[in-house]
């Protein structure tokens, strides 16, 4: 399965959807293992959420595909437990990322991620991710809020000492 293959039988059918799933050009599926190699990459400071929702995306994919693929569905993958260390400061211009997902059941699982040096092979970050595995109609009734078309009202009455600035009827940032 190659990248493009992803981007069609896979990430529609994940409840994650841009901004909040990211996935490199080049992965590689071996068993259960997924692989990918990234560079120029950057995650110091601001930039360490985005390599928190590059390994998430991928445990996610992989997960996805460990299930049963041939639903169709989209799954929702709820993280429960997020366990990141970084083992090297080393500076490096590219990495290879493996990713190793297993169902716990149905509804959980686990992927372990490993991000190496490409030079050295040594390990840069480990990552580890629980996650509960929702399909849509459960994740509906937990989240009514998510998929309700009605606006949002009376915000400025709960939300006092916020700054709120309206995007348009149904959209707001608080800061």
Excluded: W
Excluded at 137 to 146: E, V
């Amino acid at each position: 399965m190659t990248t493009p293959d992803i981007k069609k039988n896979i990430i529609p059918y994940l409840g994650e959807t841009a901004p909040y799933i990211s996935v490199p050009e080049n992965i590689i599926f071996n068993g259960n293992r997924l692989e990918t190699m990234i560079s120029d990459y950057n995650f110091n400071h601001e930039n360490f959420s985005k390599l928190i929702k590059l390994l998430s995306s991928l445990g996610s994919c992989n997960l996805y595909r460990l299930l049963n693929s041939s639903l169709k569905e989209q799954i929702y993958f709820m993280g429960e437990k997020v366990r990141i260390r970084q083992l090297s400061y080393k500076k490096s211009d590219s990495a290879t990322i493996t990713c190793e997902s297993f169902l716990e059941s149905k509804r959980k699982g686990k992927s372990s991620l490993l991000m190496r040096d490409n030079h050295s092979g040594e390990t840069l970050y480990s990552f580890e991710l629980d996650y509960h595995i929702i399909v849509k109609d459960t994740f509906k009734l937990f989240y009514r809020d998510y998929f309700n078309d009605v606006p949002v009202e009376y915000y400025e009455n709960k939300l006092p000492k916020g700054r709120i600035i309206t995007e348009n009827d149904r959209q707001f940032t608080i800061f």
